[in-house]
């Protein structure tokens, strides 16, 4: 028990690698912590290992680089799951044998048991410490969901995208003003807008605009419509069934389909959707002579010009509190990222100026021992014109006054700050290539696509919703397993009574049902039981379907 818990304290104190000098009065106060078999273990054995702690401390700049060795890039391996070993933490027995420890047989007996063992001790550990434990995340609409297998520690840098990804902007207060902005433009194209309001609820990222017929379609994975609505107006199953078939939606046709893959898109279709209404009802003027395709197109060019005109921008920049909802948590886990021996890249399309100050805004108030933003990218990337950083070389040029001034420049440097370039010459900076860089964005063409096709790089897409969504899904838990214990009674009750009507089926054709007895059986009581199990999944059916569309309105009314 004591060797076990005097490891677990130095792999909290070292085990991510801290650069903090953790002084002995440090593992004193974790002792005092801890649980109560390891704060009435202070024996002689406990004075011993307080020498050697204060030894090992006090001669290294980091406890992690006492406790553990790290597996360089020319001795890694690949593991069971087909990903590098680079990085991983390995146990130094050197140094649990200078406390008189032999890290083997104090871990004795079969692993599946040692490892429960060791882990309800370690959750006891950190609920002493207070510290939430890594299941308690399972709960948390903030999590990290995996669809291919990651070992992060072969990660050797990680880049970030900034709009929607390390800066969260209010999706009512940033759209909304470009929704306002759009729709003066509007107006002055001779376009009726009064009493039009911004509606955030009324669209989705994922969606699709049909701009040939108006409609914001749903589809499946496959591509196949299932919902659609035209305007502001949620169309009928069978509407949606007679417009559109078996029609699939093919992106690759941008004459036809926009798909809404960024919040930026939300003012945008938002306007639209609204504008087909008043196309419909014949407000708009017919001198402007448009069809669905034509009004997207104006709608689009109003918003454009919101977005060129600058004052949208500017307005942001003079009041960024009205607009972005800072995280205190974020420039703290990627100072985490940093001192773990990742190098951090920010690779945005916005410019510097408006990079800079968003930024400060949201993090440099956050950051400790007077830290800037700038402290935290071994490079940054502004101007980068993505998806193109991904595919193609542009020139690269140093930002070098804080009014944003460039000089020519052909290779970044660490602590840089840069316009323009590519993702190449990224990598041959830092000499770190292809699946070693994982890359976040919340774009899921320019940010997550390209990068990955392109480069080989790892990706992560931020999705907010999704957190609505999930938080929806743990909040209703209760009431889907009443929903999912129906439609399983129904599936049980369908499968006996098409077993019963197999029977009577091929009784009635003058064939022998499946068993002797079933084909010998009473006519009437086999339709007896065939019409009260009838009679049941109609019940059940009237009791699912309310429920069904209950649920699906806990994640969006429409």
Partial sequence: MYAAEVFRVFAVRGGN???????????????????????????????????????????????????????????????????????DLNVKLEHLEAFGIDGHASLDGP???????????????????????????????????????????????IGYDMDYTLIHYNVMAWEGRAYDYCMENLKNMGFPVDGLAFDPDLVIRGLVIDKEKGNLVKADRFGYIKRAMHGTKMLSTRAVSEMYGRELVDLRKESRWEFLNTLFS?????????????????TIPADLALDYKGLYKAVGKALFWAHVEGRLKSEIMS???????????????????????????????????????????S???????????RDL?????????????FQTSHPMYEVVTGEGLLRPCFKAQTGGLYSGGSAQMVENSLDIHGD?????????????????????????????????????????????????????????????????????????????????????????????SMQKLLIVMQRLDEKIAPMLEADGELFNSR
């Fill in 17 to 87: 690698a801290s650069p903090a000098v953790a002084p002995t009065t440090n593992c004193l106060k974790i002792a005092a912590f801890s649980t109560p078999t390891f704060r009435n273990s202070v024996n002689a054995r406990w004075a011993k290992a307080l020498t050697l702690c204060r030894c090992s401390v006090d001669s290294k700049s980091s406890v992690g680089d006492e406790v553990f060795s790290v597996t360089q890039s020319n001795k890694s391996d690949v593991d069971y799951l087909g990903e590098s070993t680079k990085g």
């Fill in 111 to 157: 692993i599946e048991e040692v490892a429960r063992s060791e882990a309800r001790k370690a959750e006891d550990l950190l609920q002493d410490l207070g510290i939430p434990s890594p299941s308690s995340s399972r709960n948390s609409p903030r999590g990290i969901f995996c669809s291919r297998t990651l070992n992060l520690r072969s990660i050797s840098a």
């Fill in 266 to 282: 939300v003012s945008e279709a938002v306007a639209y959707m609204q504008m087909v209404d008043r196309l419909d009802d014949g």
């Fill in 319 to 361: 009041k960024p509190e009205l607009f972005v909802e800072p995280d205190p948590e974020l420039p703290l886990a990627l100072l985490d990222q940093k001192e773990a021996g990742k190098k951090l890249l920010l690779i945005t399309n916005s410019d510097y100026l408006y990079t800079d100050k968003m930024m400060r805004h």
């Fill in 363 to 373: 993090f440099n108030r956050f950051l400790p021992n007077d830290m800037g933003w």
């Fill in 377 to 389: 990218f071994d490079i940054v990337i502004v101007s980068a014109r993505k998806p193109e950083f």
């Fill in 436 to 528: 070693e860089i994982l890359y976040v964005g919340d774009h899921i063409y320019t940010d997550v696509s390209q990068s990955k096709v392109h480069l080989r790089w790892r990706t992560a897409l931020i999705c907010r919703e999704l957190e609505e969504e999930y938080s929806a899904l743990i909040g209703s838990r209760g009431y889907r397993e009443s929903l999912v214990e129906l439609i399983s009674q129904k599936e049980v009750v369908g499968d006996l009574f098409n077993q019963l009507r197999l029977a009577l089926q091929r009784r009635s054709k003058d064939r022998p049902a499946q068993t002797l007895a079933a084909t010998n059986l009473d006519d009437e009581d086999l339709t007896d």
